[in-house]
């Protein structure tokens, strides 16, 4: 029998960090993640200020750095040819002003190799957990089912097992643990259109409405990062308009020609995300934590979600780091952990259904208009400052975690 004190399940923002935080605790962590490598088109690839100041913090500001990234300094939306600065980071306190948009396995093999100088990390690629070992007499969670890359299956026992396999998390299903979900309007297509060489570019973000529909594009350098949203469930209905019905709507709202678009070849260069979103009433049963999407499935507004799986892991660390080490983990250590994540989740989530609500389901619906948009976005154009709060709140957001003392190490 294989044996860990700590399963992470899942090899990503949350799982690698957590992986990272407790090895530096000088906890024996596994983390088991089902892919070979961490390269994956349309992952989240923005880190924010908060976990650019915890990079720094974890000795791993100026290896970052070295990473290819471009900045965003300010988020704005054009409506009917009104443009609106949403969010403007270039006057939050902190050393970092701008949210980097780094490539998100870039960011994982950064945390990998970090995580791999601890003597107490293993990760292990191309394992897929199919299960969870559980006590017969008192229905503790005591680790994982799982196989392996040549379909070889085993067992991990673990004194604990934390959940941070994403919004469609198996050991949360396994777990018993059901998510209370949330109304949302829309489906998102996502497609990557070249730039032109010649183009002038700034790095922001562009959120365009008109006429019904709405896109966000993401300046990449080479490349603009699209993403086109169509309402709840209509994915199979569009797509009998075929490919070029799309690069023309495309390209007519966000200014491309047919050269860009064409690029385009076919729906299979459409990747469809199907957005859900939802939180656990409870994070955890005896022997295992949700952190990350599997507990709290974020929308993709904002691209906070990251972001906030990375702060889950600190906390977890943080709190459950001496427990772990002592032998003695608990249900009511686990309780903390969600009880210290609870309101930021709650207060981003709650943010996000507003967003839903007063712009994308309108938007969508076809009657936002420039000459009458909703008074949060007017005070946005008349008052700069509330442009640095947004900017506040989404770069860096409620009660934002910083490294603790065990993990933290000088820049090298």
């Not at 690839?45 to 791993?60: A, F, K, Q, Y």
């Not at 409506?79 to 902190?94: E, K, Q, S």
């Not at 559980?134 to 969670?141: L, M, P, W």
């Not at 089912?145 to 097992?161: S, W």
Request: aromatic share 6%.
């Amino acid at each position: 029998m294989e044996r860990t004190t700590c399963c992470v399940v899942g090899g990503g923002p949350a799982g690698m960090m957590l992986g990272l935080l407790l090895a530096r605790a000088g906890v024996a962590v596994t983390v088991l993640e089902k892919h070979g490598d961490f390269l994956r088109d349309f992952r989240g690839d923005t880190v924010h200020p908060s976990t650019l100041r915890l990079l720094d913090e974890l000795g791993l500001g100026e290896r970052f750095a070295r990473l290819p990234s471009r900045r965003l300094q300010d988020m704005r939306m054009h409506i009917d040819g009104v443009t609106v600065v949403a969010g403007d980071l270039r006057h939050i306190p902190g050393r970092h002003k701008y949210i980097a948009m780094v490539p998100q396995w870039d960011f994982l093999d950064l945390l990998a190799g970090a995580a791999a100088e601890e003597p107490s990390f293993t990760l292990r690629m191309r394992t897929a957990v199919t299960g969870l070992r559980t006590d017969k007499g008192t229905g503790r969670v005591t680790g994982v089912h799982y196989v392996d890359g040549d379909g070889r299956p085993g067992e991990l026992a673990a004194d604990l097992t934390v959940a941070c396999d994403g919004r469609d998390s198996l050991t949360r299903r396994q777990a018993g643990l059901v998510p209370e979900y949330f109304d949302v309007p829309m489906d998102v297509w996502q497609v990557r259109v070249p730039a032109r060489r010649d183009e002038a570019k700034d790095s922001r973000v562009f959120l365009s409405v008109r006429d019904g529909q709405v896109a966000a594009t993401m300046d990449r350098g080479d490349y603009y990062q699209t993403s086109y949203l169509i309402r709840k469930g209509s994915d199979e209905q569009l797509r009998a308009h075929g490919i070029d019905w799309f690069r023309d709507r495309l390209g007519g709202l966000l200014g491309w020609d047919r050269e860009a678009t064409s690029a385009i070849r076919s729906w299979d260069d459409v990747k469809l995300l199907e957005v859900t979103m939802g939180r656990l009433p409870r994070w955890y049963r005896d022997g295992l934590l949700c952190i990350g999407d599997a507990a709290h499935i974020m929308s993709p507004v904002g691209g906070v979600g990251v972001n906030l799986a990375v702060q889950d892991a600190v906390a977890a660390a943080r709190l459950l780091a001496g427990p772990l080490r002592a032998g003695r983990i608990g249900p009511r250590d686990l309780a903390r952990v969600q009880k210290r994540r609870r309101l930021p989740t709650a207060v981003t989530q709650k943010s996000q259904l507003g967003e839903h609500e007063m712009l994308l389901r309108p938007a969508l619906e076809g009657t936002l208009r420039g000459d009458r948009l909703p008074v949060p976005l007017r005070l946005l154009r008349s008052v700069p400052a509330l442009r640095t709060v947004t900017g506040y709140l989404g770069g860096i957001g409620v009660r934002p975690e910083h490294a603790p003392a065990f993990a933290r190490r000088r820049q090298r």
